[in-house]
């Protein structure tokens, strides 16, 4: 499967963005999603999966009650809704592909990346 993120830009803090993935290749309902991060000099962050008919989600502690993730797979894209957006949210966001249906946290159980959409959160 093949991904494409978008939807990254500049926000105020307290501000939102959405961002998008949109999928092609094999069944995109195949797969459980996940949104992941990396802000300069860390190591790329787990934010938020989905399992594969959107009936299961999971979230970082840190975008609890702010980040919104769900899935249309009749469109073959996943979606990300970010509200009060704060600086430490800046950073290169990643969409990504388990060859599972099941949602899970851990960055090295996927398999198939996106090239990454930056977000950049001023105070």
């Known amino acids: 499967v093949q991904l494409q993120a978008s939807g990254g830009g500049a926000a105020q803090a307290g501000g939102s963005l959405r961002l998008s993935c949109a999928a092609s290749g094999r069944a995109f309902s195949s797969y459980a999603m996940g949104w992941f991060r990396q802000a300069p000099g860390k190591e790329r962050e787990f934010v938020t999966a989905?399992?594969?008919?959107?009936?299961?989600?999971d979230y970082a502690d840190s975008v609890k009650s702010r980040f919104t993730i769900s899935r249309d797979n009749t469109k073959n894209t996943l979606y990300l809704q970010m509200n009060n957006l704060k600086p430490e949210d800046t950073a290169v966001y990643y969409c990504a592909a388990r060859s599972s249906r099941i949602a899970y946290a851990l960055r090295t159980s996927y398999n198939y990346w996106g090239q990454g959409t930056q977000v950049t959160v001023s105070s």
């Open positions: 989905i399992n594969w008919n959107g009936g299961s989600t």
